[in-house]
């Protein structure tokens, strides 16, 4: 079986406050200079090949599915 891995992220422009909430976490506990954006990631386990075609299959629901494109990107990465 092969992996592709789907990450999700928001938005630059997206307001985050998992990401500020871990931000200012990591300050009290001394990790300075550091800022911190949440997103998710996701491992689907492909039968056969990864071609092209399997890849613009997920890249097809991450757009319906994994991600919501309008506060959201994501990168599809083949392992």
Do not use: W, Y
């Not at 990591?26 to 800022?35: K, P, T």
């Not at 039968?47 to 629901?61: C, H, K, P, Y």
């Amino acid at each position: 079986m092969s992996r592709v891995v789907v990450n999700v992220m928001p938005k630059p422009e997206i307001l985050d406050p998992q990401g500020k909430a871990v931000t200012g976490a990591m300050q009290r506990l001394g990790f300075h200079g550091l800022s911190v954006r949440q997103g998710k990631r996701f491992e689907i386990e492909v039968e056969g090949e990864v071609t092209d075609e399997v890849l613009a299959e997920i890249r097809r629901a991450a757009e319906t599915l994994l991600a919501n494109t309008v506060i959201e990107t994501f990168e599809v990465v083949s392992e």
